[in-house]
Nanobody
Framework: QFVESGGGLVQPGGSLRLSCKATGINFFHYVVGWYRQVPGKEREMVATIDDYYEINYEPSVQGRFTISRDNAESTVILQMNNLQPEDTAVYFC?????????WGQGTQVTVSS
């Protein structure tokens, strides 16, 4: 089970912090990350961090978003700074290990003045 929190409405240039806590899996083995989706478009990767703490970012968020993980708390965090209207989407927590793939329920992020 994944419990996400931290979405909401923010003005352009603002910040939000998304958190996802996992239960029921050996979290430290998993590649974890955040994806986002807008209506009519495919879900896209925003940022991932693997069990060696290697990180990948979608190019448009590089330098603005920071992903981190806390294996002791089975939590993955996405700090989002300098948010822009094009960042508006439903953000989903994700965990992958081999054939096992899990998704959170999604949290809405809206960037608007």
């Amino acid at each position: 089970q994944f419990v996400e929190s931290g979405g909401g409405l923010v003005q352009p240039g603002g910040s939000l912090r998304l958190s996802c806590k996992a239960t029921g899996i050996n979290f430290f083995h998993y590649v974890v990350g955040w994806y986002r989706q807008v209506p009519g478009k495919e879900r896209e990767m925003v940022a991932t961090i693997d069990d060696y703490y290697e990180i990948n970012y979608e190019p448009s968020v590089q330098g603005r978003f920071t992903i981190s993980r806390d294996n002791a708390e089975s939590t993955v965090i996405l700090q989002m700074n300098n948010l822009q209207p094009e960042d508006t989407a439903v953000y989903f927590c994700n965990a992958q290990f081999g054939a096992n793939v899990f998704w959170g329920q999604g949290t809405q992020v809206t960037v608007s003045s």
